[in-house]
């Protein structure tokens, strides 16, 4: 007979093996499903606070483009107040905006430019393809090799 309870004071039911792993399955599925709905009311909820939080930024974003064009008139009717033409003005702005741009651009160049490809990555990715298809490269590394071959570096089992 089988305690199906963690009480040892409760009697042992007169259930078959069959019987209790059904139980089991069933418990276990409901957990299962317990736990699915918990993670999509937790998922709901996040979902909900990020798309607020991405229509706020989004309304953000627009007023500050906003603010910051009016900020441009701002500056070229102020030129335009000392005595500057009024095209004159917008055209210098612009021509400043051109240049800042200008600049970025051509930093944004150089460094991308300098971005390299994940050479390690790329050899590992190779050794797999290689040990997958049952080649060995000419310097892959042996289990028979040594710390020391492979690193040049002299270990010791003793701190000094």
């Not at 600049?103 to 300098?114: D, E, P, Q, S, T």
């Not at 028979?144 to 003793?158: N, Q």
Request: hydrophobic residues 50%; glycine residues 6%; contains cysteine.
């Amino acid at each position: 007979m089988i305690n199906t309870t963690n009480d040892p004071s409760t009697p042992p039911t007169q259930r078959s093996i069959g019987e209790l792993v059904q139980s089991i399955r069933d418990e276990l599925l409901g957990v299962v499903h317990h736990e699915i709905d918990i993670a999509k009311t937790e998922a709901k909820s996040i979902a909900i606070k990020a798309g607020i939080a991405a229509a706020c930024a989004a309304v953000l974003l627009f007023l500050l483009l906003s603010a910051w064009v009016m900020l441009l008139f701002f500056f070229a009717t102020g030129l335009e107040a000392l005595g500057m033409p009024y095209w004159g003005a917008f055209l210098l702005i612009a021509g400043v905006f051109l240049l800042l741009s200008a600049i970025a651009g051509l930093i944004a160049f150089l460094v991308v430019k300098k971005i390299k490809a994940p050479t390690t990555t790329i050899e590992t990715a190779q050794n797999a393809v290689y040990a997958v298809q049952g080649k060995r490269r000419s310097n892959a590394v042996s289990y028979d090799d040594t710390f020391e071959e492979l690193y040049g570096k002299k270990v010791s089992a003793r701190t000094e």
